[in-house]
């Protein structure tokens, strides 16, 4: 099983690693299988899952729906679960109880918190209790409307030193990893090499340890136009709607289903036909 000492070992050998979003029980199962080591039940859930403007609605009780689900998939990766706004932001008292929830129901292994200034002692007191902190600064998406948009951050020097200093202060609060998201690739590797802890860059160019993505973009399983950090190495919207198009057609047409898809009154013999006459969703599951 990967863990967070593991993720400090990928830095120390210069090994540069793949993470991303999971939303579900099955696209976590696939995904671990395919050597995701890390997993995160990004707050971007209630963006592309749950059709929410901005990842500001989120509630704690979504993440932990979905983080559960999560978990049941995946048994190998290391399941990051995503503070949601407003679940951490009130007191430490709350974002230890929020943070709790995620370890305790959710079967999550660490927290992702977005932001610098205030969130180091929450960092250092969830740390303190065993719950490792993943930080997240640049673009952070809880912030919107105070960047008025989901603008790349850290163009300025100011802006860039800002960054760098936050990172440093979550560092020494405990945080085991930063994600850096929109940010110049300067800043992402300037940072980066700052740090003794790893960096995980989304948007941050090719300078940081590890890259994530959120699944929905990876996979083109978007209908929207997707961000420059964005590669699509997949078209699902294309094929689900080519799929689903196919399926009303043959339906109409009366082409399915055909007799390999229709049970017959005395049709089973052997445990092989009694396995093809189960009527079970999901063959994966
Ligand atoms: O919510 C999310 O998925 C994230 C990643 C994009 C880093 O924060």
Same mark, same amino acid.
């Given at each position: 099983?990967?863990?967070?000492?593991?993720?400090?070992?990928?830095?120390?050998?210069?090994?540069?690693?793949?993470?991303?979003? @999971?939303?579900?029980?099955?696209? /976590? %199962?696939? *995904? +671990?299988? #395919? &050597?995701?080591?890390?997993?995160?039940?990004?707050d971007?859930l209630g963006m592309?899952?749950l059709?929410y403007?901005?990842t500001l609605p989120v509630t704690m009780?979504e993440m932990?729906?979905?983080?559960?689900?999560?978990?049941?998939?995946?048994?190998?990766?290391?399941?990051?679960?995503d503070?949601p706004f407003?679940s951490?932001?009130?007191?430490?008292?709350?974002?230890?109880?929020?943070?709790?929830?995620?370890?305790?129901?959710?079967?999550?292994?660490?927290?992702?918190?977005?932001?610098?200034?205030?969130?180091?002692?929450?960092?250092?007191?969830?740390?303190?209790?065993?719950?490792?902190?993943?930080?997240?600064?640049?673009?952070?998406?809880?912030?919107?409307?105070?960047?008025?948009?989901?603008?790349?951050?850290?163009?300025?020097?100011?802006?860039? @030193?800002?960054?760098?200093?936050? /990172? %440093?202060? *979550? +560092?020494? #609060? &405990?945080?085991?990893?930063?994600?850096?998201?929109?940010?110049?690739?300067?800043?992402?590797?300037?940072?980066?090499?700052?740090?003794?802890?790893?960096?995980?860059?989304?948007?941050?160019?090719?300078?940081?340890?590890?890259?994530?993505?959120?699944?929905?973009?990876?996979?083109?399983?978007?209908?929207?136009?997707?961000?420059?950090?964005?590669?699509?190495?997949?078209?699902?919207?294309?094929?689900?709607?080519?799929?689903?198009?196919?399926?009303?057609?043959?339906?109409?047409?009366?082409?399915?289903?055909?007799?390999?898809?229709?049970?017959?009154?005395?049709?089973?013999?052997?445990?092989?036909?009694?396995?093809?006459?189960?009527?079970?969703?999901?063959?994966?599951?």
């Amino acid at each position: 099983m990967t863990t967070v000492l593991d993720v400090q070992r990928f830095k120390e050998e210069g090994r540069r690693f793949a993470v991303l979003t @999971a939303y579900d029980y099955l696209s /976590a %199962k696939i *995904l +671990e299988e #395919a &050597g995701i080591p890390i997993l995160l039940v990004g707050d971007s859930l209630g963006m592309v899952m749950l059709g929410y403007p901005t990842t500001l609605p989120v509630t704690m009780d979504e993440m932990i729906h979905h983080a559960k689900a999560v978990a049941r998939g995946a048994h190998q990766a290391l399941l990051i679960g995503d503070m949601p706004f407003m679940s951490y932001h009130a007191s430490v008292k709350q974002a230890i109880t929020s943070a709790g929830r995620f370890i305790q129901e959710g079967g999550m292994h660490a927290v992702k918190l977005e932001g610098g200034g205030r969130i180091v002692e929450i960092t250092q007191r969830l740390t303190a209790m065993g719950i490792p902190v993943m930080g997240h600064l640049g673009l952070t998406p809880q912030f919107v409307h105070q960047m008025g948009g989901f603008k790349v951050q850290g163009k300025t020097e100011k802006q860039a @030193a800002r960054i760098l200093s936050d /990172a %440093k202060e *979550l +560092e020494q #609060a &405990g945080a085991f990893s930063i994600v850096l998201e929109g940010v110049p690739t300067e800043v992402g590797t300037s940072v980066t090499q700052a740090l003794r802890i790893p960096t995980i860059g989304i948007g941050a160019g090719p300078g940081t340890d590890g890259q994530v993505l959120v699944f929905h973009d990876m996979l083109g399983l978007t209908t929207g136009k997707a961000p420059k950090f964005v590669k699509r190495y997949a078209n699902l919207a294309e094929e689900i709607a080519s799929a689903a198009q196919r399926y009303v057609r043959e339906v109409g047409d009366g082409t399915f289903p055909g007799p390999e898809h229709s049970y017959s009154a005395n049709g089973s013999a052997g445990p092989a036909k009694a396995q093809r006459d189960e009527v079970k969703y999901g063959s994966s599951v």
